[in-house]
């Protein structure tokens, strides 16, 4: 188990880094362990594939100098705020007990967007309730755990900038 400080679970890939960047720099740069959890690989957007999506998405974890980066690979556009996706979630919570957690705005005008938040927000309080049961890779039970939501962005400006300029098929020209 890696217990991160900050965990960023977000839907797409580059939307932790576009959202975040600056607060997950600003507590790199203090010497504390961010991670994120991408819910989908992002195979639905207009802009890109999948492939180029990921290899972004490695290229902003190293700027950031990320202690893990994984993807659940749940279905971009048709992910449901349901057991199997919000069992995944938990998991990913027990395994890494982070401190702190931020997700996607629950009311943001993106479905996948709004329905992530809502997901994870109740994915945070059933981790920590012990008689929902999970395992690990190697099927050994995972603890409970109850994280807090939320925090405000600092500094970290330049990091985020860097990280949002390695999506640029998503910046105009």
């Known amino acids: 188990m890696l217990k991160l400080d900050l965990l960023i679970i977000a839907v797409h890939p580059d ?25 989908t690989q992002g195979e639905l957007g207009t ?5 180029t999506r990921a290899q972004e998405a490695k290229d902003a974890a190293e700027i950031l100098g990320l ?18 996706e919000k069992m995944a979630v938990i998991r990913a919570i027990r395994k890494y007990q982070p401190e702190i957690i931020i997700t996607n705005a629950i009311t943001d005008r993106h479905p996948d967007h709004g329905r992530a938040g809502q997901m994870v927000s109740e994915a945070c309080f059933l981790a920590g309730l012990r008689r ?20 405000a962005i600092c500094t ?15 910046l105009p020209c």
């Not at 202690?67 to 199997?84: C, Q, S, T």
């Not at 970290?156 to 998503?170: E, Q, V």
Request: net charge negative.
């Open 15 to 39: 939307d932790a880094e576009l959202g975040a960047g600056g607060v997950m720099a600003k507590y790199v740069a203090e010497g504390k362990k961010v991670g994120i959890v991408d819910l």
């Open 47 to 51: 802009r890109g594939t999948a492939e």
């Open 67 to 84: 202690a893990a980066r994984e993807n659940l690979g749940l279905r971009d556009g048709f992910f449901e705020n349901a057991e199997r």
């Open 132 to 151: 929902v049961e999970t395992f690990d890779q190697d099927n050994i039970p995972q603890e409970a755990h109850r994280p807090p939501i939320g925090t």
């Open 156 to 170: 970290g400006l330049l990091y985020k900038t860097r990280c949002c300029y390695r999506y640029n098929r998503l």
